[in-house]
């Protein structure tokens, strides 16, 4: 069975939804808390802070970034404000 992921997340600081990459790409070092304030509404423009990671997902609100390569829940991390928006 793959692993799925929530299509509806959204961020309880930020208020933001999160934006999701899943096409095996992480977020470039280069990437900071400015650059995912500014283009949160802008995916387009969030692509340029993303980099070719086989087996990776990145997923950004307006306040956080994150690249994953394994299967995570968000209960491991602490740091994330992020719960489901409902379907």
């Known amino acids: 069975m793959a692993p799925k992921s929530c299509a509806k997340l ?21 990437v900071d808390y400015i650059f995912v304030r500014n283009y949160n509404t802008y995916p387009e423009k969030l692509k340029d802070g993303l980099e070719k990671a086989d087996g ?10 994150i690249s994953v390569n394994e299967q995570t829940k968000l209960e491991d991390l602490d740091h994330l404000k992020w719960h489901c928006a409902g379907h």
């Not at 899943?22 to 070092?29: A, E, G, K, M, T």
């Open 56 to 65: 990776y997902a990145s997923y950004a609100c307006q306040c956080k970034w």
């Open 10 to 30: 959204r961020c309880l600081q930020c208020d933001k939804k999160i934006v999701r990459f899943d096409n095996n790409v992480r977020w470039s070092s280069k």
